[in-house]
């Protein structure tokens, strides 16, 4: 079936830092591909999404481009402030229409 | 702007006293769902609707129920509530299309303590 494995967390870096958050996936034919975000006692929220090989989905300095030779999904911003701590969830939904989420990963970044 | 809206945003209630949690939508999407999230997991799809049709996971309890009045609005109906069914309740709509990969956006989530 269907399967996501996102970075194990949590992860812990310093304001400005780089952060990447790995994801890798299998999936039966070719799934759309989102990053979703959670703030603390919040629901989740889009922070972006690819639908087809090579597209690069971007949001609030947040990127990642879907790579179909690797099957990965990686989330990358280039320098990462306070308020982006939160637990950070990749998913995918193929023609089942059932999303399918990773384990989340939770981002702590210290002023 | 168009949204998911769930009311309360917290509930309490005793253990095996019936509880309702209500989500509306302003997306006009024709799918609703009903996630259940423990603390530090992924949610857990409960059930959904797609227009009036009623699809239900395998192993979702059947404590739990749903109803979906119209469009707009969905319920989730909890019997008997036990200490187990804690959690943070999430609803997400998505425009079901050709293509089969409907982006789904979530509200902001009930949590629901069991006392």
């Known amino acids: 079936g269907d399967s996501v494995t996102q970075m194990e967390g949590p992860v812990t870096l310093s304001e400005e830092a780089f952060l990447t958050i790995n994801c890798t996936y299998t999936?039966?034919?070719?799934?759309?591909l989102f990053w979703y975000v959670q703030y603390p006692g919040e629901g989740l929220q889009l922070l972006l999404k690819?639908?087809?090989?090579?597209d690069k989905g971007s949001n609030k300095g947040f990127e990642a481009t879907y790579r179909k030779e690797t099957t990965s999904f990686h989330l990358e911003k280039g320098s990462v402030q306070v308020s982006d701590s939160a637990v950070y969830f990749c998913?995918?939904?193929?023609?089942?229409?059932?999303?399918?989420f990773g384990s989340g990963t939770q981002l702590t970044v210290l002023p | 702007d168009a949204m998911v809206i769930q009311n309360p945003r917290y509930q309490v209630t005793q253990f095996g006293k019936p509880v309702t949690l209500s989500c509306s939508q302003t997306?006009?999407?024709?799918?609703m769902y009903w996630y259940q999230q423990k603390s530090s997991q992924a949610p857990k799809l409960l059930f959904h609707y797609y227009d009036k049709d009623f699809n239900n996971e395998a192993d979702t309890p059947d404590n739990f129920q749903s109803r979906r009045p119209n469009t707009s609005f969905c319920f989730l109906d909890i019997r008997s509530p036990g200490l187990g069914d804690a959690a943070m309740y999430l609803c997400?709509?998505?425009?079901?299309?050709?293509?089969?990969?409907?982006?789904?956006?979530f509200g902001p989530g009930t949590r629901l303590t069991v006392l």
């Open positions: 999936a039966t034919g070719y799934p759309s």
């Open positions: 998913a995918l939904i193929t023609l089942a229409r059932q999303l399918t």
């Open positions: 690819a639908t087809k090989a090579d």
């Open positions: 997400a709509t998505s425009q079901r299309s050709g293509t089969g990969t409907d982006t789904q956006y």
């Open positions: 997306l006009n999407h024709n799918v």
